[in-house]
């Protein structure tokens, strides 16, 4: 039996959902794909979770398969993931660029925030969720990194960014008010 003939043996196991043939695969393609990410990332992190997102795709997306070059349709498979994972590093970084400028505006004019200011955003920061607020404290407050605050929340980072890019927009919403 070929190599070809052996792969295709194995993508027909994925199918049936046998484990040991989603684990050949795994085997087969891991540090490829793995190289493949580094070298667009150069994080051994982020490489990391993008090939277990690879092979959780491969799991979801493998009947989609028809025939034709495997590595051809594993590499576009690969290649989509990580424009979603440019599309979502992007619009994590609007949303931290966003809370940014509404901590240096505060800070501004911090010298010369009066007193009336300072209790006003103190009420309408009593108005958020506790979640919310919490989140908008640790951060700006007591200076944790987004990342240590997914650690701390036990939350993936892009949820942490979230809601704190939303509660900064709630914020700025009641601060306008």
């Not at 090939?51 to 034709?68: A, C, D, P």
Request: aromatic content about 12%; overall charge neutral.
């Amino acid at each position: 039996m070929d190599e070809h003939n052996d792969l295709q043996t194995i993508i027909q196991g994925c199918k049936s959902g046998c484990n040991d043939s989603f684990s050949y695969l795994v085997d087969m393609y891991s540090s490829r794909c793995y190289r493949y990410f580094y070298r667009l990332t150069g994080s051994r992190e982020e490489s990391n979770d993008l090939l277990s997102e690879l092979f959780l795709r491969l799991v979801e997306k493998i009947q989609t398969y028809r025939g034709g070059s495997f590595e051809s349709w594993l590499f576009k498979t690969a290649s989509n993931l990580f424009f979603d994972y440019l599309r979502e590093k992007q619009r994590r970084q609007k949303a931290f660029d966003a809370g940014q400028q509404l901590i240096e505006e505060q800070m501004k004019g911090k010298s010369s925030i009066d007193n009336e200011y300072a209790d006003k955003l103190q009420l309408q920061l009593d108005k958020l969720d506790t979640d919310t607020r919490e989140l908008i404290m640790l951060r700006f407050y007591s200076g944790l990194s987004f990342r240590e605050l997914s650690e701390l929340r036990s939350e993936p980072i892009g949820t942490v960014l979230s809601k704190v890019h939303r509660g900064f927009k709630k914020l700025r919403e009641l601060m306008e008010h």
